[in-house]
């Protein structure tokens, strides 16, 4: 609106300096020239305001008065002056301070994410992989970067590789496995050589330990399946009974075993297998989870939000606090999504 008032301005204007051409100096000529010209002057005005930058526009109503005084009293030199004025307050700034902002290109889309070198995050090497369409070169430095990590935490990710597309995924990431699994299958026969060459038995109750461990780091690295699986977990209990014949008094196999059932949902015997590790001397604070465990899968709930009521803040690793919160009706988004 205030643009469209600069039509009428310019008219009166013409109109007040017609009055002044070629007539005589009388009083009543100069005041119909002030009257016209003051008319455009507060008609130019509003117009002016509407082209200035927000920051010289503000008091409004005070420089609404300024542009009107400056019109009127100095028609053209101020018409010069503002625009002068305008263009250095525009451009001296530029001049004296930085940009924040900056153009840049528009990023190129792509389908994989892009690496420099070869180091990987674990967020970032489960993108890659999972991600056909990417460059098998970048997959497979990804996949070669899983080989020194433990096997629990990427034997899900290798095994679902075992039926990718490409065939050098497929062959490297079977390849990654079954390495980790022939390891400790060499490790249990240099143990079951300790064991047949004991000659007591606390030596024979190590040696049965320790293949029980063995067998049972198969089973939680995910390094076998199906029957393999069962035959490990049977070897779990086997030894663990034979060091139990010779001492009861090891809370660490208590605890190995009640693990075990617990992940084969063997309710009875992962509860009886708690109870004994307490009893020989097993922290609570490292048992609470595993007890918590088992009241929820007897639906016993009332039971798992006591015992994680009962546990320190910072008495537990990271994953077992996440779920001390989430107990204890404490947890948010960001904990939930972690």
């Given at each position: ?242 060091a139990h014949r010779i001492s009861q008094d090891d809370a660490g196999l208590w605890f190995m075993l009640a693990r075990l059932e617990l992940q084969a ?72 999504e972690s």
């Amino acid at each position: 609106m205030a643009p469209k008032l600069a039509l009428p301005a310019i008219g009166f204007e013409a109109a007040s300096i017609a009055l002044l051409v070629g007539r005589d100096a009388r009083l009543s000529t100069l005041l119909a020239y002030f009257a016209l010209h003051g008319a455009a002057c507060l008609l130019i005005a509003p117009a002016i305001l509407a082209l200035l930058p927000r920051r010289y526009a503000e008091p409004r109503r005070w420089v609404l008065l300024f542009l009107f005084s400056c019109n009127f009293f100095m028609p053209l030199a101020s018409l010069v002056c503002g625009l002068f004025g305008m263009v250095l307050g525009v451009w001296l700034p530029a001049f004296s301070r930085e940009r924040d902002y900056a153009s840049v290109e528009a990023p190129r889309f792509t389908t994989h994410r892009n690496h420099e070198g070869t180091g990987f995050r674990g967020g970032q090497v489960r993108a890659q992989l999972g991600n056909a369409a990417a460059p098998l070169d970048q997959r497979m430095k990804a996949l070669v970067a899983l080989q020194d990590t433990p096997a629990h935490a990427t034997g899900e990710l290798l095994r679902k590789l075992l039926a990718d597309p490409a065939d050098d995924i497929r062959l490297l990431a079977y390849g990654i496995l079954d390495n980790k699994e022939k390891a400790v299958m060499a490790r249990i026969r240099e143990a079951q050589l300790t064991v047949d060459a004991a000659r007591d038995d606390t030596e024979r109750h190590a040696g049965h330990k320790r293949i029980a461990e063995l067998y049972f780091e198969l089973i939680y690295q995910d390094l076998v399946q199906g029957d393999m699986r069962r035959f490990a977990a049977d070897q779990v209990r086997s030894h663990i009974g034979t060091a139990h014949r010779i001492s009861q008094d090891d809370a660490g196999l208590w605890f190995m075993l009640a693990r075990l059932e617990l992940q084969a949902r063997n309710i009875d015997a992962a509860q009886a297998a708690l109870e004994r590790a307490e009893a020989a001397g097993f922290a609570h604070a490292r048992l609470a989870p595993w007890v918590a465990e088992l009241r929820f899968l007897q639906g016993r709930h009332d039971e798992v939000r006591r015992m994680f009521n009962e546990l320190p803040p910072d008495a537990t690793l990271p994953a077992v606090a996440a779920m001390r919160r989430y107990w204890r009706g404490t947890d948010t988004p960001r904990d939930t999504e972690s």
